[in-house]
């Protein structure tokens, strides 16, 4: 779903141990998909919303995975733009 490449490449990581850009990663991957996922329902139905929202209670990620790429083609483009702005947030707040 979001490509630890992509992640590991625009929060610049490549010079991080594998210890510590795994740890990043998993940190970064939820983020993004929280807030992808909170762009993206303000985009759907009510009944995919729920939808949506009852695959996540049942652990369902394929599903949530599948009906997202099915409906958004340009999902791919919208994880890497909310990566983008995780990006900005750090150097904003760290000053690089």
Do not use: W
């Amino acid at each position: 779903m979001i490509l630890k490449e992509t992640i590991i490449q625009i929060l610049n990581l490549e010079k991080e141990s594998e210890e510590e850009q795994i740890k990043i990663l998993e940190e970064v991957s939820g983020i993004v998909l929280d807030k992808a996922l909170l762009r993206l329902m303000d985009e759907m139905s009510e009944e995919e919303a729920m939808r949506i929202n009852d695959f996540l209670d049942n652990g369902k990620q394929e599903e949530v995975a599948l009906f997202l790429y099915k409906k958004f083609p340009n999902i791919n483009d919208i994880f890497d733009e909310e990566i983008e702005k995780i990006k900005e947030e750090l150097v904003k707040q760290n000053g690089k």
